[in-house]
Structures are given as C-alpha cells and as structure tokens.
C-alpha cells in the first residue's frame, strides 16, 4: 500500500543548511556535530524535551541556533498521535498503539497487535483501487516520484553493480501496482508484487495483464522481457520472501504499518530472498523528530534517526540515502535507503564502457 501523508503544524519547519538561520538542523552522525562545534565556536548547550529527542543550542554574536542532534539514546525519542497525545518514548507509543513490548507475548497483547494490523487494512480497503487513491489524493506527484527513483536506483546500479542474468525485484505494499508498472518494469527483467489489500493486487493484476506485461508498454509485445510475475496477497509481517530469488526487494510507502518488532524481523527475514549482491531500497515519509502516528490507518510516520536505529538492529548496512525533490511542500519529507548486508566499495567506472558490457549488466530500458 502507498500513500502519502499530509504535515501536521507541529512539524512544518524545514531543515536548513544555514548554520545561522535559526532553523533546525539534523546531524546525520556524531562526526558532522563534531565538524560544527569546531567550525563554528560559541556557547554551546544541551537540552531534552518535547518531540525533539536532544536540542543544541549555539549562540553566534547573539544570535541563537538550535540544532536537532541524532546522536541520542533513540529509545526515549518522543512522539504524538493525530489526535494531539504525546508519548515521551517509542516503547510507550508501542504498548499502547499495538500492545507491543520486549515481553508482549500475552493474550491482551497479541489481540491489541492484530487490531492495529487489521485496522490498517481495513483502511485501505474503503479506498478506490487508483493511483489517486493509494496516493491519497496526490496523484500529481507520480511523475516527480518515479523520476527520482529512477536516478536512485541507476546510482546503486553504478556503485553495485547486478550480476549476469535477468534481473528481479520484489515489489512491497504493491497497491495497484503504480511502481512496478512505471518504474520497475523499466529496470528488471521479471517484478513479484506483495500486497494486502486484495482489490488493489486485483488491478495491478488486471492493469498489468494477464501474462504481467504492463500493457502499453514498449514490451507488451514481448512479454519475456520484462513482466510481472507473482502477486502475493499476504502482509509485510507475514511474508517471506523466496530464497535468492531478488536483485532488488523495493520497499515504498508501507513499512509504517509495521510495528518496530515486525519491521526488524521482516528486514532481517527477507535479507534471504537476495542474491548475492542485491539490496534493499527503503522510500519512505520521514518526520522532523520523533515519529507521528496516524490513528486512522495504524501507521507511524517515523524520523530519520528513528530509522537509521531501527537498521543498525536489523545488521544491515546503509549504503546510500538520499532525499526526494519536487514534493509540494505539506508533504512529510521523503526519504530513499539503500540498504545491503554489508559495505560496498563503489565501483570505478570503466573508462570507455561498451554497448555489450552495459547489456551484461543492465536489461534494455523501456522507451
């Protein structure tokens, strides 16, 4: 399932590179916060409290900047809800939204996470199976959407470069199938799609064809070549991908369905659906701190240093991230990680590529 989340207030400022705006500016590792204490001396503190994990606050020839550090103890990461209640920690949010804790294997608990999960698809089955409406309502942005994913993906491509042989990806919170037809398709040769929700997997099914060719493609005639392939009906929690199957498992616009516990479990459990050399890609709502959960679909909208925590758990490494442009400007931010099971070097590039070798790598893109 996809969709889009509008800001509430309480979020709406903007980082800002300016070290002297007075905006809020994330450090995205301790070396960065290091590297701006020594560049930018002056009367530095430390603050906690409200949806801000940790405040610094620097005062340069009078003028006081704040500044949102990641370099925290994650754990008591404060938060609200869409209906105004804050909670001073994850663990908080959790064991009252779905019942979850380190030792929340009780009947209460259990009951309490398959309503959170139950609530959440029962959402989406009231929305009409289009694009508009897994997008909730922000249909306009697909175009600006696929075209940075495309140049992510092609940046993986070049640092880690797929093997020989067709390549395959695995679709997650599929919907109606929107990316696997625009974006997906375009780069691997076969795409499996898992979704839920079963009138959306139903019209991806239907808009992608019978032999999964996205019809109106420049492939449809050729459905070989590239195609749908699978379409599994089954939630994230639930599923396990097939073995070595994936060069790519893509990962949009759902994971914030998933409580903490399941969201490591699941990343930790598909790493085997990779081949060797594959990766994840993560594109997700981010929040400016903390996280925000939206009651009406039973998801959470969480911050970027929520997820770089929630990765180190899983052991897998981030390779690259890197922020969508073009969004209107109530939107969460956006987010894509790359994640693999351990660190790459990056590739050189050869010098004088050739048509043959490009073929060996990549299949033949869509015009």
Not at 26 to 42: D, I
Not at 101 to 117: H, R, V
Not at 256 to 277: M, V
Request: hydrophobic share 35%; proline share 4%.
């Amino acid at each position: 399932m996809t969709v889009l989340f509008s800001q509430t207030s309480i979020i709406k400022t903007h980082l800002c590179p300016n070290l002297c705006s007075g905006a809020l500016q994330s450090f995205e590792t301790q070396q960065e916060e290091g590297a701006a204490r020594a560049s930018y001396p002056g009367n530095w503190s430390s603050t906690r409290g409200g949806l801000c994990c940790s405040t610094l606050k620097l005062v340069v020839g009078g003028v006081v900047v704040k500044y949102s550090s990641s370099s925290v103890d994650m754990e008591e990461e404060g938060g609200l809800d869409s209906d105004g209640r804050t909670y001073s920690s994850r663990k908080e949010m959790w064991e009252a939204e779905a019942g979850e804790d380190p030792n929340g294997s009780d009947a209460k608990s259990i009951a309490k996470k398959l309503e959170w999960y139950h609530k959440g698809v029962s959402y989406w089955e009231s929305v009409e199976a289009s694009v508009d409406g897994v997008l909730g309502g922000y249909g306009s942005v697909n175009a600006r959407d696929v075209a940075d994913s495309n140049a992510f993906i092609l940046e993986m491509f070049n640092e880690c470069p797929p093997g020989a042989g067709d390549l395959v990806a695995l679709d997650c919170g599929a919907g109606v199938g929107r990316v696997t037809k625009n974006f997906l398709l375009h780069h691997f040769h076969e795409v499996d799609l898992v979704e839920p929700v079963h009138h959306f997997l139903d019209k991806a099914q239907a808009d992608l064809g019978s032999n999964g060719t996205a019809r109106g493609s420049a492939n449809s005639n050729n459905p070989k070549t590239h195609r749908a392939v699978n379409f599994y009906c089954t939630p994230l929690q639930d599923f396990s991908p097939e073995a070595g199957r994936y060069d790519v498992i893509w990962v949009q616009w759902c994971i914030g369905h998933l409580t903490d516990h399941d969201f490591i479990a699941f990343f930790k459990r598909a790493q085997a659906g990779l081949k060797p050399g594959g990766f994840f890609v993560l594109k997700e709502n981010i929040a400016k701190n903390g996280f925000v959960v939206d009651k009406s679909d039973s998801s959470v909208t969480r911050s970027d240093a929520y997820f770089r925590d929630l990765f180190k758990q899983t052991g897998l490494h981030l390779q690259k991230t890197k922020l969508q442009k073009g969004f209107p400007k109530d939107l969460f931010a956006v987010r894509m990680y790359a994640l693999t099971s351990e660190p790459r070097i990056m590739s050189a590039p050869p010098s004088q590529p050739t048509r043959a070798s490009r073929r060996r790598n990549q299949p033949r893109k869509i015009h």
